[in-house]
Nanobody
Framework: VQLQASGGGLVQPGGSLRLSCTASGRTFATYGWFRQATGKEREFVAGRRWNGSTTRYADSVRGRFTISRDNAKNTVYLQMNSLKSEDTAVYYC????????????????????WGQGTLVTVSS
């Protein structure tokens, strides 16, 4: 089982990017996106049950980022709009076979599988 993250790159402040996370081999019950900026700890960004019944966002990205999925492609997306310099980080997708409750979605230890990370740089 692998998670493949992609879509990172360089974007100007105010711009948009869409990250993708494709799972090979199976579908998971809950997906999450985390990020780690240089010199900082990894932090939760967004989480979503595959069936869409529960979605959670970090306060810093709510209203700007959207997590969604494509059934046919077994892919989870993170649409990032109105990007800021503080969004610069390596973004990781994560997944678990467990259906996480809202309060558990932010915990790194709740996720069993991780992608390799994709770098997002927001700079003019």
């Amino acid at each position: 089982v692998q998670l493949q993250a992609s879509g990172g790159g360089l974007v100007q402040p105010g711009g948009s990017l869409r990250l993708s996370c494709t799972a090979s081999g199976r579908t998971f019950a809950t997906y999450g996106w985390f990020r780690q900026a240089t010199g900082k700890e990894r932090e939760f960004v967004a989480g979503r049950r595959w069936n869409g019944s529960t979605t959670r966002y970090a306060d810093s990205v709510r209203g700007r980022f959207t997590i969604s999925r494509d059934n046919a492609k077994n892919t989870v997306y993170l649409q990032m709009n109105s990007l800021k310099s503080e969004d610069t980080a390596v973004y990781y997708c994560a997944a678990t076979s467990r259906t996480l409750i809202f309060s558990s979605m932010t915990g790194e230890n709740e996720y069993d599988y991780w992608g390799q990370g994709t770098l997002v740089t927001v700079s003019s």
